[in-house]
């Protein structure tokens, strides 16, 4: 771990640290006084489960207000002008949440960190705790690792864990709690570590 925590230490003295602290203030400001815009986030991490990142924010950026009023049938249509690699799949899980959108704004506001986070998986269908994590990460919130595969690999890389076969939720919570672990020993949140840690594998911070 010491290595991997002498690489984060770096970044934090480096330009990177300014584009991490920038991305972290765009997650606090989102209004979470709006279901829309809460919804349209929701959106968002349904579209990036099992898809690339930068075209889902394209995606989110070109069309967000349609995740809002267009039919199944035309988010399909766009979701596929756009190369969503599963534009049926996904137009139906968004148009499925829409019976959760006037939920959210209390929803986030009001349960608790361990429900909060259970709610939105077991209420939008299509998101999982990664999914769900990266969405309550994207309306400021910073106590949830977002665990994807590039998490995984830069993990098994420096021997932290074994590759896992399947993520399960004890697994999760288990990968999770390393991740704190590592967030305390470098005075970060698990917010701002996941954006490190998606540097030191890609060379990109995102959202």
Not at 9 to 23: D, F, G, P, Y
Not at 69 to 85: I, Q
């Amino acid at each position: 771990m010491n290595e991997l925590i002498s690489k984060i230490e770096n970044l934090k003295q480096s330009e990177i640290a300014r584009v991490v602290e920038q991305r972290i203030g765009d997650f606090k400001n989102i209004d979470k006084e709006s279901n829309d815009e809460l919804f349209k986030e929701i959106c968002f991490c349904l579209l990036t489960a099992n898809f690339n990142a930068e075209k889902s924010i394209k995606i989110q950026n070109e069309i967000g207000e349609c995740f809002l009023t267009d039919s199944k049938e035309e988010l399909t249509k766009k979701l596929k002008n756009y190369g969503h690699r599963f534009p049926n799949a996904r137009a139906e899980y968004i148009s499925e949440s829409l019976k959760c959108k006037d939920k959210l704004k209390e929803i986030v506001q009001f349960l608790d960190k361990g429900a909060l986070r259970d709610w939105i998986v077991n209420n939008i269908r299509g998101l999982g705790y990664k999914e769900a994590s990266h969405f309550l990460r994207n309306v400021g919130f910073d106590d949830y690792a977002i665990i994807d595969f590039h998490i995984i690999d830069i993990l098994v890389d420096y021997s932290l864990i074994k590759k896992p076969k399947t993520l399960t939720k004890k697994k999760y919570i288990e990968i999770e709690n390393l991740l704190r672990k590592l967030a305390n020993k470098t005075g970060l949140t698990l917010a701002e570590l996941d954006l490190y840690l998606w540097y030191l594998e890609t060379g990109k911070i995102l959202k």
